[in-house]
């Protein structure tokens, strides 16, 4: 499902916003003094930062090598949006190779994954 249609049935009153760079009209404004939750692509998120942060797909990543400058330049820019909490988040039984590199004491890892 939808990434956006999720929240929005799952939050109604998160007060979403969206922003992808190449639309148009609700997508395309973003009030970054507004309280909520705002979804941004990859792309987007360069020089902001929020009070927390979810990469939900990092699993995307799977087949790339987690030791490649590109990838982890475009993980530096990700991770360090985050003020306070950062979530990243994968589908699949196996946690994707570039989240195992990361030390055990680096990240708190959330062995039930049927939540």
């Known amino acids: 499902m939808d990434l956006v249609a999720l929240l929005e049935r799952r939050l109604p009153s998160s007060r979403l916003q969206v922003y992808v760079g190449e639309s148009t009209g609700r997508y395309r404004t973003l009030d970054m003094t507004r309280p909520g939750v705002t979804v941004l692509t990859r792309a987007s998120v360069k ?7 979810l990469v ?4 995307l990543d799977a087949d790339d090598d987690p030791t490649g400058a590109g990838l982890r330049m475009l993980y530096y820019v990700l991770v360090t ?5 950062l979530f990243l988040g994968y589908t699949g039984e196996t ?11 680096d990240l708190v890892r959330n062995e039930d994954h049927r939540r």
């Open 47 to 53: 020089g902001l930062d929020f009070d927390a942060v």
């Open 56 to 59: 939900p797909d990092t699993h």
């Open 81 to 85: 949006r985050a003020r306070t909490h």
């Open 95 to 105: 946690e994707p190779p570039l989240l195992a590199a990361v030390p055990a004491t």
